[in-house]
């Protein structure tokens, strides 16, 4: 019996809530999703039609969707309880919004350093 | 249950696990709460003074023109000093030991959610606090301002600067356990019945504040290892000459800077919250408010850091959002004040001295608030930046308020903790004497800092028309340093009169008085049922009902079976050595450049602390007997 | 009720774990420190006045390959936690050696990327973006490095009959497995950010 099968065995279970836990074939399935992604994300980074503006989306949004991916299913998040989720999400919302206002200053705002070149 | 706990296997003669409860080895080892905010306290009270001691010799150079008591050298570290020592050695671990002391009392907790990790945060802040001052006696103190700003922090010569990052960097590891800890209590281990919303403002003030804590800390730690970088390993985060720009610094900093004002304010304003309903009589005014308005304090609070960059160049649109945060600020805090106006109107109320420094807390802090809004109009902050109008300002918040409120806390609560009142006579003299000298010292900075008159500069030239102040700000300098001497002696005093507390001598609401005074090890003999907010005092005076009252006093007679069966965390010395290794891996960054063994140096503090976590994991909260 | 933490042995408020509530806190104010480290990349990598620019110097393919294998490694990971949850030792041993291995491969990639760069003249001390690469990087490879020395830490302890009774031993397994996604996620973002986002030249 291979680990993967393991999971539909329920002989040693100590968690109670086993049931609900994803099977090892899920995981595995995401895991592939991820691996896809990513070859998707470095294939886009070499097509030299797209604009810049596109291309940047576009990772932006693959990047996004991997990265909520690991988080809901790796770590858990989509079946733990809320309040976990929360902790994470307010420390990834206020880093987004703070860092996001500190370079709006310099690059919008700021212009570039005095004494370099633009 | 019990089979894991066979498994693990005894540790023999010098690894024993220690077991005293007394003694300088029982400190040492204690992983008790209540220990542990005694020796924050301590410490905190112990690192005033030498904060004090700079802030005298700074003001002794400062009384006449060309003064000749500091040369410019000194003074810089003097001053520098001051302000790291103040903020981070003082107002943060007095307001960290409070909260360690009366979380678990007053939400009905046994201890902490992690005693190890609580007394890691103790020894961590110890040993950074003295290896910070450590400075002075190898080649000299910081001496670039506690805030640090780049690229004359990277630039200036010595270590003290490295000492600088390296010192706040251990301090902040301290910070951020600490954070952590407090989170997890509070939201994990509230008695049955302790809702959100029953638990005393000093609770909820402390949970603002805790994640503050967890938020701010990284980023200043970002900066600290980009300044670090710089001076020690030739990295150019802030090199001007390859593009290096000094407003990251400043960024990173104030975004660290600003919440961090909010987290020394917060637990006083959360102490002051508890005090004035108990010496008025009556609960506090508006306690959803007051409480809303801490989180919204605490929210805001990461909006509005580049009020500290107004004269940087920010830009009109950049300077216009900051000074309109900062505006808005302003509002959930005047609610706070109104609220506990409100809780003295029509109160019953007594003059004691806990009472005197919490009126004090709000009046000074009134003043200091509304300095600090005409900050936020950006032409009047671009003549006050820089100037002791700037310094009248955070001195009136953060000793007018931090400090009143905090030393509030210690006379209102030191009766539980040490089991006899301190002098209301000295009390009261104590009081006068810090709130004449107080606003002595901060009140003519207003004036002299509107006159022109710089900071952070070690001399001012004759015919600038500031003599005058400034004698008088020294004289209240020695004022406040004599009020702190009647409070030394007060407690000594107390100490030997013994004058017994009781479990409840100021006829309080709140939880932490219904158990003797000192509390016992465990607290509370049986975990208490909490049916309403101020639910002690509901229960001394609201109750009318034949139910059995909840037993919650802890006791000498009678209630010992019920002690047996309390597992209480076990003594551990690995939260001592693991703090050790830090400043050894930090002496070693220092000397990095004159000892050929110094990665050997860092590699073997880090080992110290590795193997110290690793023995830390493999030890059980609690020792099998 | 729709909450599965593992098995609770004291009574806490709101029913959940202190430690992974504990490790969750810790992992929000993470995203505050990798914020600022990327945010001061993002600032400082085309202020290039001496020394590569960053088109110059990356080699995409073999960041990628490394990318791939950190996110298989969290797969490992996983494996690992459902090994112990259904009380099987050897097979979350097995799991977790994966994931260490896994790990120090990435950490392998990571020191021939860095000794590459600074062979072809990029350093700490080169520019502002070799000073913010190097430490954004640097630090993302030390929280891998401490992830795999908590790896082989489990693995002793499951060794040594330290993870028993199972579902205690989960908690720990689970506990760690929040630490190393995390730091996948990391490099998600790193990878995108730094190394797929173009610069300017």
Sequence with gaps: MTDLDAGTSMEHVVDPHMADHPSPRKYVNVAIILAILTAIEVAASYITGLSETTLIVTLMLLALVKFAMVGLYFMHLKFDSRTFRRFFVTGIILALLVFGAVLWLFFALGGPAPGLGA | MATHVETIPRRRGLLARPTAKTGLWGWMTTVDHKKIGIMYGATAIFFFL??????????????????????????????????????????????????????PLMIGARDVAFPRLNAFSYWVFLVGGLFLYSSFFLGGAPDGGWFGYAPLSTSLPGNGMTFYSLGLQILGVASLAGAVNFIITIINMRAPGMTFFKMPVFIWMSLVTSFLLLFAMPVIAVALFQLMFDRAFDANFFNPALGGDPLLWQHLFWLFGHPEVYIMILPAMGIVSDILPTFARKPIFGYAAIVFAGAAIGIMGWGVWAHHMFAV????????????????????????????????WGGDIRFKTPLLFAVG??????????????????????????????????????????????????????????????????????????????????????????????????????????????????????????????????????????EEAGDDPWDARTLEWAMSSPPPEHNFDTIPVVRERDDFWDQKYGRTEEQPQPVIAGGADGHEEHTEHIHLPSPSYFPMLASFGMPIAAYGVIYFNEWSFAPLVIGGGILITLLSLMGWVLEPGTAEE | MSTHEATVEHHTSTGLDNTKLAMWAFLGSECLFFGSLISTYLLYRNRVVTGPTPHEIYDIPFTSVSSFVLLMSSLTMVLALAAIQRGDHRGLRIWLLATAFLGLSFIGGQVYEFSTFVEEGLKLSTSTFGSSFFVLTGFHGAHVTVGILMLLALVGFSWAGRLEPASEGARKVELIGLYWHFVDIVWIVIFTVIYLVPTKG
């Design chain 2, 50 to 103: 030498v904060g004090g001691l700079e802030a005298l010799f700074i003001r002794l150079q400062l009384a006449t023109p060309n003064g000749e008591v500091l040369s410019a050298e000194m003074y810089n570290q003097f001053f520098t000093m001051h302000g790291l020592t103040m903020i981070f050695l003082v107002v943060m671990p007095l307001g960290v030991a409070l909260m360690n002391y009366f979380i």
């Design chain 2, 313 to 344: 160049g920010l830009g009109p649109v950049g300077n216009s959002v900051f000074a309109a945060t900062t505006m808005f600020i302003a509002v959930p805090t005047g609610v706070k004040i109104f609220n506990w106006l409100g809780t003295l």
């Design chain 2, 361 to 498: 807390f709000v009046a000074l802090f009134i003043i200091g608030g509304l300095s600090g809004v005409s900050h936020a109009i950006v032409p009047h902050d671009a003549q006050q930046t820089d100037t002791y109008y700037i310094v009248a300002h955070f001195h009136y918040v953060l000793f007018g308020g931090a400090l009143f409120g905090l030393m509030g806390g210690f006379y209102y609560w030191w009766p539980k903790v040490f089991g006899h009142m301190l002098g209301e006579g000295l009390g009261k003299i104590h009081f006068w004497l810090f709130f004449i000298g107080m606003n002595l010292t901060f009140g003519p900075m207003h004036i002299v800092g509107l006159q022109g008159q710089p900071r952070r500069t070690y001399t001012y030239p004759e015919g600038m028309g500031w003599d005058f102040w400034n004698m008088m700000e020294t004289v209240g300098a020695f004022t406040i340093a004599l009020s702190m001497v009647v409070f030394l002696v007060n407690v000594v005093v107390s100490k030997a009169k013994n």
